[in-house]
């Protein structure tokens, strides 16, 4: 595989990361998108196929502990409106 070939796979990822990153927390336009940006620009010199790769398995790992935070603030705003009618 060539690094060219790789690009689509690089925007594809950056695309998600920028959908998950609209509900950070501390804010998109103020902290995620910023952070998301510059993390890509570091990494913007990479040549080997075998780093890219590194750093798009390492971005797939972000999307995962995005989608867990996610599901855990929705899990606990359930948990508090129940625990609110039983009380």
Wanted: hydrophobic share 35%; aromatic share 14%.
């Amino acid at each position: 595989m060539s690094t060219t070939s790789l690009r689509p796979q690089v925007i594809a990822l950056y695309k998600q990361l920028v959908y998950l990153g609209r509900e950070y927390p501390a804010g998109y336009h103020d902290f995620f998108r910023p952070k998301l940006k510059s993390a890509f620009l570091k990494k913007k010199d990479l040549v080997s196929e075998q780093e890219i790769n590194r750093a798009i398995e390492h971005g797939h790992y972000i999307i995962k502990e995005l989608e867990a935070m996610y599901y855990l603030r929705k899990y606990r705003a359930l948990r508090q409106r129940y625990l609110n009618e039983l009380q």
